[in-house]
């Protein structure tokens, strides 16, 4: 590794998006850059300058990659990424911060191989099924518009973000126009073991899924809440490793698991999960945190993993950002369906003039 790059971007969305935290106007990015070889890897924090998601930000991210990871990409030669994540093992937490650089490393090195990287982490998928988050909307009328559309371009899977005193108008009112279609409710733990009797009033409406009702942490009532209402219960945030994802499998806590990246600290370990779900049984997708093309390109490339048996959040850039900053944004190649890239690495590389428009800062180290 000869040099590192940190760019701090600030990128406008196309809309606002927003959730039972609040709403964004537009996304702060922290890319990772390394070169080595005649090669540059990219990799992306999945950190917003907030907690609300977990408790990493960017600052902090930028931070524990500044003082300590970059010291070590600098000072020590790794045959492997596996030999990078083995070697920063001692450091505790800080997943997002460390998934970036080990993105990074996973690019530079299937780059350096001339191999895409949904080959060397041994995916086989090549055809990618799409699926959409949709924010919380200024009225139903405007929700049941918004997914109308979505279904008519073919999203596989519409995901709408729920919040108290909302959601079973919305689910109802979308049941009733649109009919029976995949779909799903996310609550970014916005509910408590109380609200189980309303969360079972959404039963009758066939949903695929409620993602992580309950605290942000938690397994423990997750599993009760299993016992007390029919629709699968799917885990985002509580589950932060394997060892997590067994705990909660062993609890009876979710049917479902939403994995991300930044979330369990890198593709290492995404990989390990989604080998335990293939042995579980368990339905698995992908998130997304609204990511730049970087992001989403790794995310594509961890879907190619036969484990993956649901749509993900995946969505084309265009659907989030004014403009992305990579020169070949996914979009799709047939309605509902992204097609992966058989350029080497992770599949795309920086587009310079829209990089430079969005650029807020850059650190350069080595």
């Known amino acids: 590794m000869e040099r590192v790059e940190l760019h701090r971007l600030r990128m406008p969305m196309k809309e606002p998006f927003e959730t039972s935290f609040g709403v964004e106007y537009d996304k702060s990015v ?34 524990i990659i500044t003082h300590f990871l970059v010291p070590m990409l600098l000072s020590t030669e790794f045959d492997s990424p596996e030999e990078f994540v083995r070697s920063i093992a001692h450091i505790r937490r800080n997943e997002m911060a460390k998934a970036a650089v080990e993105a990074a490393i996973w690019d530079l090195f299937s780059r350096s191989r001339g191999t895409p990287l949904y080959r060397m982490i041994g995916g086989t998928k090549i055809e990618i099924p799409v699926g959409i988050s949709v924010g919380i909307q200024p009225t139903i009328d405007q929700l ?3 997914v109308a559309g979505y279904l008519e371009q073919g999203y596989k899977r519409i995901k709408i973000k729920i919040k108290p005193g909302k959601e079973v108008d919305q689910v109802k009112a979308l049941r009733t126009t649109l009919g029976d279609f995949p779909l799903m409710a996310d609550a970014n733990s916005a509910y408590c073991l109380e609200d189980a009797e309303l969360l079972g009033s959404l039963d009758r409406y066939n949903l695929m899924m409620i993602e992580q009702p309950l605290a942000y942490d938690d ?6 809440l299993a016992k007390k209402i029919s629709t699968p219960i799917c885990l985002d945030e509580s589950i932060r490793s394997l060892s997590h994802l067994d705990a909660a499998v062993r609890l009876g806590s979710c049917q479902i698991v939403n994995l991300k990246m930044p979330r369990v600290g890198g593709v290492l370990e995404s990989i390990k999960i989604a080998n335990f779900c293939a042995g579980a049984g368990l339905d698995l997708w992908c998130g997304g945190l609204l990511e730049t093309g970087v992001g989403r390109a790794f995310n594509l490339a961890i879907t190619s993993l036969d484990a993956f048996t649901l749509p993900g959040d995946t969505a084309p850039s265009e659907r989030y950002f004014v403009r992305d900053i990579v020169d070949r944004p996914a979009e799709f190649s047939s309605p509902g369906i992204i097609s992966l890239s058989e350029r080497p690495g992770v599949g795309v590389d920086f587009d310079p003039s829209t990089l430079q428009d969005y650029l807020v800062a850059s650190t350069s180290f080595g």
Request: hydrophobic share 40%.
């Open 144 to 146: 049941v518009s918004k």
């Open 30 to 63: 922290l890319i990772v850059a390394i070169h080595g070889g005649g090669f540059v890897g990219l990799g992306e924090c999945g950190a917003a300058d907030d907690p609300f998601y977990l408790e990493e930000t960017n600052a902090s991210a930028e931070y």
């Open 219 to 224: 397994l423990i009532d997750h599993a009760e």
